[in-house]
């Protein structure tokens, strides 16, 4: 059975940092990009960060360019999402997916004073 | 960047009857591998989103075929057949063929 297991959320001040991760189990973790994808709440999808099987390359939407960084275990089957000067429009359920086949249970960022 | 715009907003369906949802894409979807880089999902209440469609008409493992999805390059559809109570929430619609990945911003489905 596929398992996406993401930790690490939590209430943080504006301009502050916060790293997430998403431990795999049930594919073969390395074979697959993986990318976290982020829902503001009463909101839509909004993708934030991809990064390829080795983890040589990533890709994020000019929203967090910058901002975050995401990156990759392929030993432990774990990801990451380095968040760095959040905003309050960072909060969001933030999904930790595989090739956007397989999505986590999502983890909750509130960016509030 | 790629906009989805998905249609209706909201559906309410008599259950066994069948339900179809749009989604345009503002550019073509289509690779030049011959792949439409088109996906639906279903996030049920409460729930992460599940895929059921990808790349535009293959149906992801484990989803009823009562579920289908057809297209154009730009123009696509899903359509479900015999609509069941367990099919009730927001289906989204995303293009994975270029970055930044964008989705549409998803049809309810109900239950009259």
């Known amino acids: 059975e596929v398992q996406l297991v993401e930790t690490g959320g939590g209430l943080v001040q504006p301009g502050r940092s916060l790293k997430l991760s998403c431990v795999a189990s049930?594919?073969?973790?390395?074979?697959?990009?993986m990318s976290w994808t982020r829902q503001a709440p009463g909101k839509g999808l909004e993708w934030v960060a991809s990064i390829t099987n080795s983890g040589g390359s990533t890709y994020y939407p000019d929203s967090v360019k910058g901002r975050f960084t995401i990156s990759r275990d392929n030993a432990q089957n774990t990801l990451y999402l380095q968040m760095n000067s959040l905003r309050s429009e960072d909060t969001a359920t933030y999904y930790c997916?595989?090739?956007?086949?397989?999505w986590g249970q999502g983890v909750m960022v509130t960016v509030s004073s | 960047d790629i906009v989805m715009t998905q249609a209706p907003l909201s559906v309410s369906v008599t259950p066994g009857e069948s339900a179809s949802i749009s989604c345009r894409s503002s550019?073509?979807?289509?690779?030049?591998?011959?792949?439409?880089?088109v996906y639906w999902y279903l996030q049920k209440p409460g729930k992460s989103p599940q895929l059921l469609i990808y790349?535009?008409?293959n149906l992801a493992s484990g989803v009823p075929d009562r579920f289908s999805g057809s297209g154009s390059e730009t123009d696509f559809t899903l359509k479900i057949s015999r609509v069941e109570a367990e099919d009730v929430g927001i289906y989204y619609c995303g293009q994975l063929l270029e970055n930044p990945y964008t989705f549409g911003a998803g049809t309810k489905l109900e239950l009259k």
């Open positions: 550019k073509s979807l289509l690779h030049s591998n011959g792949i439409t880089y």
């Open positions: 790349r535009m008409s």
């Open positions: 997916t595989g090739a956007f086949d397989y």
């Open positions: 049930g594919f073969t973790f390395n074979n697959y990009w």
